[in-house]
């Protein structure tokens, strides 16, 4: 199975086709947004460490 | 007095040595056989494949560290194992052929009274002509191949900066490979580099892998919860392939790697190939081709270890369909079931079977890949089975107690997509059980309670906080119990 991003502008309108989901510019910014990721960075320790916790 | 020898310094065997190190007391001896004076932090590579570290900041000498522990050190490559002695004495041992620069192609041998065969894997390129660094591909498994495939990188990229438009293939290079999450992890800092140097509308980005859909990693893939939607990893490691432009080939064994072209099969039966200029095409992974022998010399490899290389230990290795397949097949003590004195934990035993659905082509060609055993498992495996080899030692138990089956526990995974203080990302993970069990769990084989993923900035902070985090505790500095698994 194979697969390219069709270049911008070049899709047809009610083309039979698959398209993954593409993040919006906000779900992008956030991935970086300082403040959003120290809170993430918490977060995600935590998941990490009762995961290890549990073996 | 015991000794427990202990073959291989990579995550496992470093791991397993620290630790029963640690618990036996000094009238015990513990003994490390490894080809190379240095330990790797193999995760760090796909940073020197990209010019981003140095072979220097992923590797340390180890002699300093077992003089400080007082582990003995033989520097050398294990050939073969003898458990029962030979002709002369009862005693096991191992047979060693130095590497140590003075003593390079001298044997010697080592005993043992308990062994832990940590050796990883063997990267075995000769399993598709043409692939490797020695011919056509590139590599990062190693920190020397990442260094090589960081030059080929940068010349890639001196070609882009002089206008020449460049294709860039990474993926695996066989149909059994395993590991994709290194290569995944390859692809999107090359990615990353090529947007931060400039050059980015100068690449063809291709990924080609034996996955059957992107996001499968060896594990089947995986659900999360995520916006309301229990989701397959499928749907966002495409997302991800396409927002970064990355196009991608599945379903796909690599036949042949000629210079500047890839041919390969796909599950289909066709026959295909692909121009290239820079290839970072993984290796499938077999034992590393230890061989066995009883006391009177006659060869017993096939009872110790898998065709593949890998050792055999407590799983059920019964030929069965996939539908019959059950997570109670898996190892938990990685006992051999023939000579109790030996182990094999991380790359080095024998997985009972695949996680992911095994897929043939027409032609016969099977094109799935083989079960991951990442860094967090390896690292339980082997404190578990150090844990009770001293116990066994202690007198404190006759049989390995604690269990580290890979269908009982979770990992936690972190993947680098960039490196950078503020603009870097990675996908943070952690999934329970890793082996699917689809009795317990009928939707999606794992506890969607404890299977998680997401990407953003957090995760390369933590990715880089591992990587010194673990060099510092296989250094045992003071305090390096506190760093888990
Ligand atoms: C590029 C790359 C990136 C990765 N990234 C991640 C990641 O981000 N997260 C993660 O969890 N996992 C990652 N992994 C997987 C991880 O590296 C493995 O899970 C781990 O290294 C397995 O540990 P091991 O000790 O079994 O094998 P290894 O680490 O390979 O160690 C094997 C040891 O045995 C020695 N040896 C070999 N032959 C012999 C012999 N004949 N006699 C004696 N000693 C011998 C070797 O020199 C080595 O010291 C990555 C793997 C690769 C290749």
Same mark, same amino acid.
């Given at each position: 199975?194979?697969?390219?991003?069709?270049?911008?502008?070049?899709?047809?309108?009610?083309?039979?086709?698959?398209?993954?989901?593409?993040?919006?510019?906000?779900?992008?910014?956030?991935?970086?947004?300082?403040?959003?990721?120290?809170?993430?960075?918490?977060?995600?320790?935590?998941?990490?460490?009762?995961?290890?916790?549990?073996? | 007095?015991?000794?427990?020898?202990?073959?291989?310094?990579?995550?496992?065997?470093?791991?397993?040595?620290?630790?029963?190190?640690?618990?036996?007391?000094?009238?015990?001896?513990?003994?490390?056989?490894?080809?190379?004076?240095?330990?790797?932090?193999?995760?760090?590579?796909?940073?020197?494949?990209?010019?981003?570290?140095?072979?220097?900041?992923?590797?340390?000498?180890?002699?300093?560290?077992?003089?400080?522990?007082?582990? #003995?050190?033989?520097?050398?490559?294990?050939?073969?194992?003898?458990?029962?002695?030979?002709?002369?004495?009862?005693?096991?041992?191992?047979?060693?052929?130095?590497?140590?620069?003075?003593?390079?192609?001298?044997?010697?041998?080592?005993?043992?009274?308990?062994?832990?065969?940590?050796?990883?894997?063997?990267?075995?390129?000769?399993?598709?002509?043409?692939? &490797?660094?020695?011919?056509?591909?590139?590599?990062?498994?190693?920190?020397?191949?990442?260094?090589?495939?960081?030059?080929?990188?940068?010349?890639?990229?001196?070609?882009?900066?002089?206008?020449?438009?460049?294709?860039?293939?990474?993926?695996?290079?066989?149909?059994?490979?395993?590991?994709? $999450?290194?290569?995944?992890?390859?692809?999107?800092?090359?990615?990353?580099?090529?947007?931060?140097?400039?050059?980015?509308?100068?690449?063809?980005?291709?990924?080609?892998?034996?996955?059957?859909?992107?996001?499968?990693?060896?594990?089947?893939?995986?659900?999360?919860?995520?916006?309301?939607? =229990?989701?397959?990893?499928?749907?966002?490691?495409?997302?991800?392939?396409?927002?970064?432009?990355?196009?991608?080939?599945?379903?796909?064994?690599?036949?042949?790697?000629?210079?500047?072209?890839?041919?390969?099969?796909?599950?289909?039966?066709?026959?295909?190939?692909?121009?290239?200029?820079?290839?970072?095409?993984?290796?499938?992974?077999?034992?590393?081709?230890?061989?066995?022998?009883?006391?009177?010399? #006659?060869?017993?490899?096939?009872?110790?270890? #898998?065709?593949?290389?890998?050792?055999?230990?407590? &799983?059920?290795?019964?030929?069965?369909?996939?539908?019959?397949?059950?997570?109670?097949?898996?190892?938990?003590?990685?006992?051999?079931?023939?000579?109790?004195?030996?182990?094999?934990?991380?790359?080095?035993? #024998?997985?009972?079977?695949?996680?992911?659905?095994?897929?043939?082509?027409?032609?016969?060609?099977?094109?799935?890949?083989?079960?991951?055993?990442?860094?967090?498992?390896? $690292?339980?495996?082997?404190?578990?089975?150090?844990?009770?080899? =001293?116990?066994?030692?202690?007198?404190?138990?006759?049989?390995?107690?604690?269990?580290?089956?890979?269908?009982?526990?979770?990992?936690?995974?972190?993947?680098?997509?960039?490196?950078?203080?503020?603009?870097?990302?990675?996908?943070?993970?952690?999934?329970?059980?890793?082996?699917?069990?689809?009795?317990?769990?009928?939707?999606?084989?794992?506890?969607?309670?404890?299977?998680?993923?997401?990407?953003?900035?957090?995760?390369?902070?933590?990715?880089?906080?591992?990587?010194? &985090?673990?060099?510092?505790?296989?250094?045992?500095?003071?305090?390096?119990?506190?760093?888990?698994?």
């Amino acid at each position: 199975m194979s697969a390219t991003k069709p270049p911008a502008g070049t899709r047809t309108p009610f083309e039979q086709t698959y398209y993954p989901p593409v993040p919006t510019e906000f779900t992008k910014k956030m991935r970086t947004n300082l403040l959003w990721q120290i809170f993430r960075f918490a977060v995600i320790n935590v998941k990490i460490l009762r995961m290890v916790r549990k073996h | 007095m015991a000794r427990l020898v202990i073959l291989g310094a990579g995550i496992a065997g470093q791991t397993a040595a620290l630790h029963a190190r640690r618990r036996l007391g000094r009238d015990h001896e513990v003994v490390v056989v490894s080809p190379n004076s240095k330990w790797n932090w193999i995760p760090s590579n796909i940073w020197v494949g990209v010019g981003v570290m140095t072979p220097e900041q992923v590797t340390f000498p180890l002699r300093p560290v077992y003089e400080k522990t007082g582990i #003995a050190f033989v520097q050398g490559k294990a050939v073969s194992v003898h458990p029962e002695g030979d002709g002369d004495s009862g005693k096991p041992y191992v047979k060693v052929e130095l590497t140590e620069t003075g003593k390079s192609g001298q044997e010697e041998r080592v005993h043992y009274d308990w062994l832990v065969n940590a050796t990883g894997p063997k990267l075995n390129f000769d399993a598709t002509p043409g692939l &490797g660094p020695q011919k056509n591909s590139l590599s990062v498994c190693t920190f020397d191949h990442a260094a090589h495939t960081s030059k080929a990188f940068d010349e890639t990229v001196a070609r882009m900066k002089a206008g020449e438009k460049q294709t860039l293939l990474i993926g695996t290079g066989h149909g059994n490979c395993t590991c994709q $999450g290194a290569a995944f992890e390859y692809i999107f800092n090359v990615e990353f580099e090529l947007r931060r140097r400039g050059v980015r509308d100068k690449a063809r980005v291709v990924w080609l892998s034996n996955e059957h859909e992107l996001g499968d990693f060896g594990m089947g893939g995986m659900f999360i919860r995520r916006g309301g939607y =229990v989701t397959h990893s499928r749907v966002f490691t495409e997302s991800l392939y396409t927002e970064r432009g990355i196009e991608w080939i599945t379903r796909a064994a690599v036949k042949e790697v000629a210079p500047g072209e890839a041919s390969y099969e796909t599950l289909d039966g066709d026959e295909r190939s692909l121009k290239f200029d820079f290839a970072m095409l993984l290796p499938p992974f077999s034992g590393v081709g230890l061989k066995a022998f009883d006391r009177a010399g #006659a060869d017993i490899t096939p009872s110790v270890f #898998a065709p593949n290389g890998f050792m055999l230990v407590d &799983g059920d290795y019964a030929k069965k369909p996939y539908e019959e397949w059950s997570p109670e097949d898996w190892p938990r003590t990685y006992q051999s079931p023939k000579f109790p004195n030996v182990f094999a934990v991380g790359i080095a035993f #024998a997985p009972p079977h695949a996680i992911s659905k095994p897929m043939t082509s027409p032609k016969g060609t099977p094109i799935f890949p083989t079960p991951p055993r990442t860094g967090m498992p390896t $690292g339980v495996m082997a404190r578990e089975v150090a844990f009770n080899i =001293v116990d066994m030692i202690k007198g404190n138990a006759t049989a390995p107690k604690r269990q580290a089956s890979l269908a009982h526990m979770g990992a936690a995974c972190i993947a680098s997509a960039g490196a950078g203080l503020f603009r870097g990302t990675a996908v943070s993970m952690t999934l329970f059980p890793i082996v699917p069990d689809f009795r317990k769990y009928p939707d999606t084989g794992r506890d969607l309670d404890w299977t998680f993923g997401e990407i953003g900035l957090a995760g390369h902070w933590i990715k880089h906080l591992l990587h010194f &985090g673990f060099i510092y505790k296989a250094k045992a500095n003071p305090l390096w119990t506190m760093v888990p698994e």
